[in-house]
């Protein structure tokens, strides 16, 4: 299987910020990474596919970039529906794995 | 808008069969631009991709649960199945079906998820 592995687990922030958020392969997976946000209680909701293309609706502070290993998720200038736990996902091989998370809270 | 909804038995016992059964409206089942899959998350914890399945029937499945795994596709009733045999405590998590695009296999969009808990 491959293993995703996002840093950091836990971050903290304050409106405005750039925050950048990374999740490393353990084996190369080409642009096979997707980037999802969720917030308590519901369903994770798809932001970047193919590590840098973003998904229909999702603002436009959200990217993503890298290929092979090395993955990065930034959110130029964080607003406060952003405060939620954001996972990594791979879908080079099966089984599709994510990565542990990274929580994103106010500072 | 392509919405998705998850149902089925919020309890189950351990030993039994969970069964959830994911509606699909406002899109085909039977598109073949899209796989249909089932992702579960423990309380407090991550995302696990359970499986996936083709209309046609062609299947995915996670090698850690594959043996107690069944997914299925009923594209009369635009519906997708799983069932998950033998469960023990540690399969309560809320589930969630979601739709996969194939052309990055990525989770576009998701149902609400439901919690099932395993407990006598």
């Known amino acids: 299987d491959i293993q995703m592995t996002q840093s950091p687990s836990s971050l903290s922030a304050s409106v405005g910020d750039r925050v950048t958020i990374t999740c490393r392969a353990s084996?190369?997976?080409?642009?096979?990474l997707s980037w999802y946000l969720q917030r308590p209680g519901k369903a994770p909701k798809v932001l970047i596919y193919?590590?840098?293309s973003v998904q229909g609706g999702v603002p436009s502070r959200f990217s993503g970039s890298g290929s092979g290993t090395d993955f990065t998720l930034t959110i130029s200038s964080l607003q406060p529906e952003d405060f939620a736990t954001y996972y990594c996902?791979?879908?080079?091989?099966?089984?599709?794995?994510f990565g542990q998370g990274t929580k994103v809270e106010i500072k | 808008q392509l919405q998705l909804q998850e149902s089925g038995p919020g309890l189950v016992k351990p030993s039994e069969t969970l069964s959830l059964t994911c509606t699909v409206s406002?899109?085909?089942?039977?598109?073949?631009?899209?796989?249909w899959g089932w992702i579960r998350q423990p309380p407090g914890k991550g995302l696990e991709w359970i499986g996936s399945?083709?209309?046609?029937?062609?299947?995915y499945y996670s090698p850690s649960l594959k043996s107690r795994v069944t997914i299925s596709v009923d594209t009369s009733k635009n519906q997708f199945s799983l069932k998950l045999s033998s469960v023990t405590a540690a399969d309560t998590a809320v589930y969630y079906c979601?739709?996969?695009?194939?052309?990055?296999?990525?989770?576009?969009?998701w149902g609400q998820g439901t919690l099932v808990t395993v407990s006598s």
């Open positions: 406002g899109g085909s089942i039977s598109s073949s631009s899209y796989y």
């Open positions: 193919g590590a840098s």
């Open positions: 979601a739709r996969v695009w194939l052309q990055w296999f990525y989770f576009d969009y």
């Open positions: 399945i083709y209309y046609s029937g062609n299947t």
């Open positions: 084996q190369s997976i080409s642009s096979y």
């Open positions: 996902q791979q879908s080079y091989s099966t089984p599709w794995t």
